[in-house]
Nanobody, 115 residues
C-alpha cells in the first residue's frame, strides 16, 4: 500500500516559518505523477495549496501562497516539502499531502497553527 506521512507542523507566530515534509513509501516514487499539498481549516472546505509534477518539475501555487510557500522534492528520500514563510493566522489549518494523477493517496495531515 502507498503511505504518505506528513511531519513538521506546529505552532508559530505570525511572520514566522515552518517546513512541512511528506514522506512517501509503498510505490515507485516517480510514478506518482505529481504530489500536492492541501489544507483544511476548521469549518472550511479542503483547499489546494501547491503541486509539483515529477515530469518537468513544474510547480504551481494557489494565489494566496505565491511568493510565501515553496514546494520541492528530494527524490533520494521520496519526500516532498512545503516551505512556508511569512505565515499568517489565516494559514492555520491541517495540512495534507496527496499523490497521484487523481490525488489517489493522502496522508493523515499535520496541524499548523499561526497566532
Amino acid at each position: 500500500d502507498v503511505q504518505l506521512v506528513e511531519s513538521g507542523g506546529g505552532s508559530v507566530q505570525a511572520g514566522g516559518s515552518l517546513s512541512l515534509s511528506c514522506a512517501a513509501s509503498g510505490h515507485t516514487y516517480s510514478s506518482y505523477y505529481c504530489m500536492a499539498w492541501f489544507r483544511q481549516a476548521p469549518g472550511k472546505e479542503r483547499e489546494w495549496v501547491a503541486v509539483i509534477y515529477f515530469r518537468g518539475d513544474s510547480r504551481y501555487y494557489a494565489d494566496s501562497e505565491k511568493g510565501r510557500f515553496t514546494i520541492s522534492r528530494d527524490n533520494a528520500k521520496n519526500t516532498v516539502y512545503l516551505q512556508m514563510n511569512s505565515l499568517k493566522p489565516e494559514d492555520t489549518a491541517t495540512y495534507y499531502c496527496a499523490a497521484g494523477a487523481y490525488y489517489n493517496y493522502w496522508g493523515q495531515g499535520t496541524q499548523v497553527t499561526v497566532s
